[in-house]
Nanobody, 119 residues
Framework: QVQLVESGGGLVQAGGSLRLSCAAS????????MGWYRQAPEKQRELVAT???????NYADSVKGRFTISGDNAKNTVYLQMNSLKPEDTAVYYC?????????????WGQGTQVTVSS
């Protein structure tokens, strides 16, 4: 089994910064992608950023230039540096891991960490 533990959420003022961390443990075989998704109240969960084991990144248009995703393959950990935060960024942020085990792709989710940005 795989466990994902997020940390780093909190309350900040608009224009401030936060750094989220997600550490994966358990039956890690071959990670394809790790990333961050978020869900605001009464809204659908949306992609924020992803990174492959090879370091290829992908960002939602709404966070480009403000957020940076990075990872540590040795520690199976992914980070999300969030700068110039806006009230619209308020949401629960979820860590996601996608890996292949014996040619089968599997997907895992963390429990989420709350990010609140005040005006």
């Amino acid at each position: 089994q795989v466990q994902l533990v997020e940390s780093g959420g909190g309350l900040v003022q608009a224009g401030g910064s936060l750094r989220l961390s997600c550490a994966a443990s358990g039956s890690i075989f071959s990670i394809n992608t790790m990333g961050w998704y978020r869900q605001a109240p009464e809204k659908q969960r949306e992609l924020v950023a992803t990174i492959t084991r090879g370091g290829v990144t992908n960002y939602a248009d709404s966070v480009k230039g403000r957020f940076t995703i990075s990872g540590d393959n040795a520690k199976n950990t992914v980070y999300l540096q969030m700068n110039s935060l806006k009230p619209e960024d308020t949401a629960v942020y979820y860590c996601n891991l996608d890996q292949t085990i014996v040619a089968v792709r599997k997907n895992y989710w963390g429990q989420g960490t709350q990010v609140t940005v005040s005006s």
